[in-house]
């Protein structure tokens, strides 16, 4: 199918979320129409600051209350739209017959009307890279876009925290039959990485587990990450970027998959020592990593450590379609720590001596 049309309409599901609302924020910067598809358009907590962008008191930006646990829920929203990127999130990855069913809701609006002609779908490295077996990592150790978790592993269940995976793959792949079968639209699957950067909204803090822990950083705790994986980035900017350009994208077909990240990898104690290098004007008070895992998996981390670090990450194909170069991670930790400050009123532990700027 053709890339969208310069200026045409494009719809945003999850188009409050920390994703979403970067993907509607770039979209009109380059001068799209945008509707911006939320549960609430009365829930101003989460949807004023979409109001407070430009293309809103024009017009160019429009709202949309969808319910995505409802079939038809966007019916009225992607009438006439030449472009939908679908980032939402369903509410539980563990219920695999519900995400399906989530799909279907979305993909029946897309081909009720006729006029949609490529969608990009956010799927998650999840969808790459969610092992059952660690040491699955050791023996496939490349992360690129053919690569999928051992889905003949046993262990592989929601029972075994494997549902978000799952649930990401599974939407992939009705997302993509469903293109193929209507022959009308294409389905390009971005699976980006884990999502670093400022947040438009203070209610962003908690709509994404990677902004929350810099959060909990501030605020003087922070977690070891589960099976000590390092953080794997992408500045949420160039995330939503990506999207766009694979919107607009001459040279890409159904079912092609891309990998939005940097990669850059950090272990969480670094992200957290972070802070007060790159604000020390802050003051931070950098705490300890608390490490709840039991005994018999932490006398296991330098392995799970050794087994991370042996993998390679590798955006070649993002980079040479899109023409994208990536935000390094510094300004991604610093971006998203001065807007939990400025927006979201988060109060770090400081320490003696120092503390925050009055307001005038």
Not at 84 to 106: E, F, M, N, P, T
Not at 153 to 173: C, D, F, H, I
Not at 277 to 299: K, N, S, Y
Not at 306 to 333: M, P, Q, Y
Request: aromatic share 8%.
């Amino acid at each position: 199918m053709a890339p969208i049309p310069k200026g045409s309409t494009v719809a945003v599901t999850g188009g409050a979320g920390f994703i979403g609302g970067w993907v509607v924020k770039l979209l009109l910067d380059k001068g799209y129409r945008v509707r911006a598809c939320v549960r609430d358009v009365n829930d101003t907590a989460k949807t004023d600051f979409l109001r407070n962008m430009p293309g809103y008191a024009s017009g160019r930006l429009k709202l949309y209350s969808a319910d995505l646990d409802q079939p038809g829920c966007f019916d009225e929203a992607f009438a006439g739209c030449q472009g939908v990127a679908h980032v939402s999130h369903v509410s539980d990855y563990d219920d695999q017959d519900y995400v399906r069913g989530v799909c279907k809701h979305v993909i029946d609006s897309i081909n009720k009307f006729g006029t949609v002609n490529r969608v990009i779908v956010t799927s998650s490295i999840a969808a790459i890279i969610s092992e059952a077996d660690l040491n699955e990592l050791q023996r496939r150790p490349v992360f690129y876009e053919d690569r999928y978790p051992d889905e003949e592993n046993p262990k592989r269940t929601t029972a075994k925290g494997q549902g978000y995976s799952m649930g990401k793959v599974e939407l992939e792949r009705m997302f993509t039959d469903a293109a193929e079968v209507s022959g009308e639209w294409d389905c390009i699957r971005v699976c980006p990485a884990d999502n670093v950067g400022p947040i438009l909204a203070a209610h962003q803090k908690h709509k994404g587990p990677w902004q929350n822990n810099i959060e909990m950083m501030l605020k003087g705790k922070y977690y070891q990450n589960g099976a000590y994986r390092p953080w794997m980035t992408v500045d949420v900017r160039d995330d939503a970027e990506c999207h766009i350009r694979l919107l607009e994208n001459v040279d890409v077909e159904n079912g092609d998959r891309y990998i939005a990240w940097s990669t850059d990898t950090i272990n969480v104690e670094d992200v957290c020592a972070s802070i007060n290098r790159l604000l020390p004007e802050l003051g931070h008070d950098t705490p300890q990593v608390t490490d709840t895992f039991p005994e018999h998996i932490q006398a296991r981390e330098a392995k799970m450590r050794a087994i991370w670090a042996g993998c390679d990450l590798r955006n070649d194909r993002i980079k040479a379609v899109t023409g994208i170069e990536f935000r390094s991670l510094d300004t991604s930790i610093r971006d998203c720590v001065e807007s939990l400050l400025s927006v979201a009123g988060v109060q770090p532990q400081l320490r003696e001596g120092f503390s925050l700027p009055k307001n005038p």
